[in-house]
């Protein structure tokens, strides 16, 4: 009874006697809309309580986003390596010519469909542009054909009128050469080109994508550059057996280098998305890992200065009443 007399007491004058010591310590732990009544007591320790709570959660999200992606990125590695022999005989023999001008370009723009992996959809995006930009020209036609959520968000913008075709939702299911070989016969059915240029970011390690531009001429342009020479000109020294002319030959050699190339760049964007999402994750735990000292370093000097300012206020109400 005595004590909690001592305690109404040093309420009634502690205004009087203390000039409230907790503002400073207040204002810098908790914006000034947050800051409860000076007379309420505890609220400060409550509210960084509940921060801390939240960045605990945050930080077992970010954990467990990292292990998924850890573990989709080694389901998709080896099968990523492996696809990449698949597109090389088709640039030994048709070559890959990134400075060819053409007529109508259709830039397929590869990127995810979830966020929270870092800027290779940026990169993309950025690249498909600039390539627009450079190929762009009074007698020349350049389309976009978009591959996954992220870019059609971004190009939508200030390109909708030069989008011919979008397909999202690509990495539902696992990714296999059939999936993709659908994906290629709806383009080559939709869309009319001279030139294919396949923009992805290529793996190279967890922490590192290559961003990469793959070229695919049309049958009728392969022809055109092969009989003017240059690096297309061995064509015409390879023989033709069979009742096939060499237009039925380019036709099918062009359809299946084009579904190879968009197997490896799919599979090589899936893989570098895996990847920047994980050490996105990683990052991010790290972060909120430091948040969470700094608020539990504030929450003990807000509590051991909640405790001396009890024990001034017992001490201020029992001074006033010996005086």
Request: charged share 25%; with cysteine; aromatic share 4%.
């Amino acid at each position: 009874m005595a004590m909690a007399a001592l305690r109404r007491e040093g309420r009634r004058f502690a205004p009087l006697i203390s000039p409230h010591p907790m503002a400073a310590i207040r204002s810098s732990i908790v914006p000034a809309e947050e800051q409860a009544p000076l007379g309420v007591r505890s609220i400060s320790t409550q509210v960084v309580r509940n921060r801390m709570k939240s960045v605990k959660n945050i930080q077992k999200i970010t954990k467990a986003m990292k292990m998924v992606a850890a573990s989709k990125l080694r389901a998709i590695q080896s099968k990523t390596e492996n696809s990449r022999g698949l597109w090389q005989p088709f640039t030994a023999l048709l070559g890959d010519t990134p400075s060819v001008q053409v007529k109508k370009d259709v830039i397929v723009t590869i990127s995810s469909d979830k966020g929270l992996c870092g800027g290779i959809n940026s990169t993309s995006v950025k690249i498909s542009k600039a390539l627009n930009k450079l190929n762009s020209g009074p007698d020349k036609e350049t389309k976009y054909v978009i591959l996954g959520e992220k870019a059609k968000a971004q190009l939508i913008r200030d390109s909708k009128k030069d989008i011919e075709l979008c397909l999202t939702e690509l990495q539902k299911n696992p990714l296999n050469y059939t999936q993709v070989s659908v994906l290629v016969d709806d383009i080559l059915k939709n869309v009319e080109f001279d030139a294919l240029r396949i923009v992805f970011n290529k793996f190279q390690s967890v922490v590192a994508f290559l961003p990469t531009v793959s070229t695919v001429l049309s049958p009728e342009t392969v022809e055109r550059e092969a009989e003017s020479g240059g690096k297309l000109g061995e064509l015409d020294s390879y023989e033709i057996e069979g009742g096939e002319t060499k237009s039925e030959i380019l036709q099918n050699l062009a359809e299946f280098q084009f579904s190879c190339v968009m197997f490896n760049a799919v599979l090589e964007n899936a893989c570098s998305e895996q990847g920047a999402r994980m050490s996105a994750m990683d990052s991010s735990s790290r972060n909120a890992g430091d948040m969470l000292d700094r608020l539990t370093l504030t929450y003990n000097r807000t509590r051991q200065a909640s405790i001396t300012t009890e024990l001034i206020e017992i001490i201020s109400g029992a001074s006033a009443l010996e005086g």
